[in-house]
Structure formats: C-alpha cells, structure tokens
C-alpha cells in the first residue's frame, strides 16, 4: 500500500509538473511572439498623431523600454495573478473579456462535438463494415468535403438556405435583441443560463440561434472523426481474432462493437479531443459569418485594432484549452486501458 500511495504521489506530482513546464513553454512562446510582430502597442496606444515625448513616456509606463528578459518575467507574474492587461478595444481588463466571450465559444464548440462524435463514430463504423459498398463511398465523399469545403462559404449559404429560405433557424447573433438581458449571467453560457433562470423562450431562442453554426461546425468534426474510426476500424477488422470470433459464431454485432470497436477506443479519445480543440480554436470564420461573439470574434477585433494585450490573452486561453485536453485524454487513456497506468 506504501509503495502504491508512493507511486500516485509520484505520478500527480509529474502531472503538474509537466503541465507547469507546459504552460510555462506556452507563456514564453507567446510573450516572444507578441513582441516580435510588425505591430507596436505604444502606437495603438497614443495613435500616429502623438508627439516623440507622449510616445516616449507611454512606453516607459507600459515597460517597453526595460529588457526583454525583465518584460518575460513581469508578464508571467501577472498572469500567474490573473492579470492579462487592459484591451485597447474595450478598454476592459481582458481576463473579464474573456470569461464573457470564451463560454460562447465553448458553447458552439461543445454542441458541435457532441453532433461530430454522435455522427461520425456511428459512420464511420458503418463504411467500415461496408467497405467498398455504396455507404462507404457517399462516406469518404462526405469526408472528402469535410475537408474541402471552406467553413465561410459553407456559412453563408447555411444562413442563405436554412434562415433566409426556409425561415428553420434564426439568424446571426446569439439571441434576438428582444430576449437580451433578460435572464442573468451566471455562467455566460446561454442556454445553461436560461434554464437556470426557467425562461424557456429565452432557452429556445438561444437554441435557434446555435442549431446552424454549431451543426456546421459538428460537419468538419464529423468528416474527421468519421474518417479516423473508418482507417481505425478496417486495421481491427482484419484481425486474426476478428476471423477467429466469426468462426466461432459470435453474433455480428458483437463482433463488430465488441471485439473491433473496443480496441480502438484509446486513439479515438485522440481524435476527439484533437477535433474538439480544433473548434475551440478554429471557429474565428463561423463567429465572424454568424457575429458570434465568441473569443474568435474578439481575436480578430483584437488583431485589426492592434491590441496586443486582447491578442496574447486570447492566444493564451487557446493553448491553454489544448493543454487541458491533451491532460483530461491522458486521464481517460489510464480509464479505458488499464496497461497504460503501467
């Protein structure tokens, strides 16, 4: 029991840190990054029209004129203090920028993942018992404009079908102007928000507004995850102990869910957790067609303003996300297969 109690301790205290150095390597990458763009912050600041001496004294009080090594550290203590600066553009502090934005993305990001897993796992099974059949054509087709197809254009003729058409879904934005403000933000996730607060029109509005891009979004999922568990599943099934299961009578079913589809579980959690990183990340051209205001939106708000303060705490939260991800799959490897632990 001693020997196993000191082992875990072992094993969590490497966990953190290893996630230190992680986010330690990504604050480094970032602040070097921010500093190296054609973009001066003391110009956004005071504007073009200031003189020699404003620009001089804004940039001794922003601490652009100590050395770069003196700038990294005092970067990393404020933000080990929750201190990401004050935007430019909405001359807020950003981490509170952030905690309002990030959750509508999460919100879009999530739903898409549940209709990308939801989908495309099924799909992909299912071309894989078929290879060669027609479903496994119309699969890699569909995978093939996953793929292919622009996310903006896919966006646009979304609304132009589905809301301007066919009247299905509302239209851009997260709610319609009649139904802001009206329930409190708890958790600046929407719909959790209205069903908290029981306002069910406000909880199906959000609903209509999130169905489209959140459903465009699961079809770039789909297309990937659907095509990994097809290249997956094919390698199973040609498996000697799949030949020996049928053989023996094992019922299709299980053959296929059971004995093909159980081993590839540990690399799925990688595509899934790739995928759903990759939505939190990749959303900035469906924000910016839906005027979702998500932190894609306000990255590229930030970008074009030249608020490097927005742009560093924005890129800081997204690789941050993808260090999370990467831990929690860690965690459900050691689940689902035991022989990882060792």
């Not at 203090?81 to 993305?105: C, E, K, M, W, Y």
């Not at 290879?131 to 003729?157: C, H, I, K, N, T």
């Not at 260090?323 to 689902?336: A, E, G, H, Q, T």
């Amino acid at each position: 029991m001693a020997v196993r109690a000191g082992r875990s301790a072992k094993g969590v205290g490497g966990f953190v840190v290893v996630t230190a150095l992680t986010f330690l390597g990504l604050l480094a990458i970032t602040f070097f990054i921010g500093r190296v763009v054609p973009i001066d912050p003391v110009l956004s600041v005071v504007g073009d029209r200031a003189t020699q001496a404003q620009y001089d004294a804004a940039r001794v009080a922003m601490g652009l004129d100590r050395p770069l090594i003196i700038q990294f550290f005092d970067y990393v203590w404020s933000v080990m203090q929750g201190d990401l600066g004050t935007s430019i553009s909405t001359n807020r502090p950003v981490a509170d920028d952030l905690l309002r934005v990030f959750p509508a993305t999460l919100e879009m990001a999530t739903l898409g993942i549940l209709i990308g897993v939801a989908l495309g796992v099924p799909a992909g099974v299912w071309a894989a018992t078929r290879r060669g059949e027609w479903v496994d054509q119309v699969m890699r087709v569909f995978a093939l404009l996953g793929y292919s197809v622009p996310a903006f254009w896919l966006g646009l003729v979304g609304l132009a079908f589905f809301y301007a058409g066919l009247g299905w879904v509302a239209g851009p934005g997260r709610l319609d102007i009649f139904y802001e403000g009206l329930v409190p933000a708890r958790t600046n996730v929407m719909l959790i928000d209205a069903a908290l607060a029981g306002d069910w029109d406000v909880f199906r509005n959000a609903l209509a507004h999130l169905v489209l891009p959140a459903s465009i979004l699961g079809f770039f999922s789909l297309a990937f995850i659907a095509r990994m568990t097809r290249s997956f599943m094919l390698d199973q099934l040609g498996q000697e102990f799949i030949t020996t299961a049928r053989v023996k009578g094992v019922p299709e079913w299980r053959v296929i869910w059971v004995h093909g589809f159980k081993p590839i579980r540990v690399p799925l959690i990688t595509v899934i957790g790739l995928s759903y990183a990759a939505l939190l990340e990749g959303s900035v051209m469906i924000e910016t067609v839906f005027s979702w205001p998500g932190i894609g939106n306000y990255l590229t708000t930030a970008l074009l303003n030249a608020d490097m303060n927005a742009v560093l705490g924005a890129t800081l939260v997204i690789g941050a996300v993808f260090i999370l991800i990467n831990k929690i799959s860690d965690v459900l490897y050691r689940v689902l297969d035991p022989r990882s632990k060792g």
